[in-house]
T-cell receptor, first 111, second 113 residues
Framework: SQQGEEDPQALSIQEGENATMNCSYKTSINNLQWYRQNSGRGLVHLILIRSNEREKHSGRLRVTLDTSKKSSSLLITASRAADTASYFCATEGTSGSRLTFGEGTQLTVNP | DAGVIQSPRHEVTEMGQEVTLRCKPISGHNSLFWYRQTMMRGLELLIYFNNNVPIDDSGMPEDRFSAKMPNASFSTLKIQPSEPRDSAVYFC???????????FGPGTRLTVL
């Protein structure tokens, strides 16, 4: 089964609202990454958080990591219609290199 | 930088035909990954290379799939013979040495009739 599982599967909000997506995983990790995929396009890396970090910010993105609960959350503040996309978490296990992706959250931001 | 380049962008073929997907990683990146994305199974890692050497091909579904990386700037994923259940979007990604971030290409949408 997939290492990362996102919750919710789909999220629809209004422009200006915050969007929170969650990811749970099963085994020990080196890092956890979030990617965005616009419809019909490849994935784009957003942010990486290492296993010894608890929170990280990048622009309107805030990522938290709780290794005791094996979970992470991605918060997008002041959402825009352009944020509409699928968001995936990906974990790198302790053996390194390969990423295991979750099933993604489809975010729709309504103008 | 042009990013990861994949060709073709779209491929429609008939069952039993050979399909070859191509990827040019970002110059200087030493790791290359092939993924397959479907609605049913999500994004699956098929195989990855470090410095042109295949490291983990456990995700390759069966012997009909093969991948090569003859040099640092080119990789192919071949399906022979193709089957309708191979229909998917195939992504290539590359990663530079010392980082864990992967850079994805635009994908090849394969349809096997």
């Amino acid at each position: 089964s997939q290492q990362g599982e996102e919750d919710p599967q789909a999220l629809s909000i209004q422009e200006g609202e915050n969007a929170t997506m969650n990811c749970s995983y099963k085994t020990s990790i080196n890092n956890l990454q979030w990617y965005r995929q616009n419809s019909g396009r490849g994935l784009v890396h957003l942010i990486l958080i290492r296993s010894n970090e608890r929170e990280k910010h990048s622009g309107r993105l805030r990522v938290t990591l709780d290794t005791s609960k094996k979970s992470s959350s991605l918060l997008i503040t002041a959402s825009r219609a352009a944020d509409t996309a699928s968001y995936f978490c990906a974990t790198e296990g302790t053996s390194g290199s390969r990423l295991t992706f979750g099933e993604g959250t489809q975010l729709t931001v309504n103008p | 930088d042009a990013g990861v380049i994949q060709s073709p962008r779209h491929e429609v073929t008939e069952m039993g035909q050979e399909v070859t997907l191509r990827c040019k990683p970002i110059s200087g990146h030493n790791s290359l990954f092939w993924y397959r994305q479907t609605m049913m199974r999500g994004l699956e890692l098929l195989i990855y290379f470090n410095n042109n050497v295949p490291i983990d091909d456990s995700g390759m579904p069966e012997d009909r799939f093969s991948a090569k990386m003859p040099n640092a700037s080119f990789s192919t994923l071949k399906i022979q013979p193709s089957e309708p259940r191979d229909s998917a979007v195939y992504f290539c990604a590359s990663s530079p040495l010392g980082t864990d971030t992967q850079y994805f290409g635009p994908g090849t949408r394969l349809t096997v009739l």
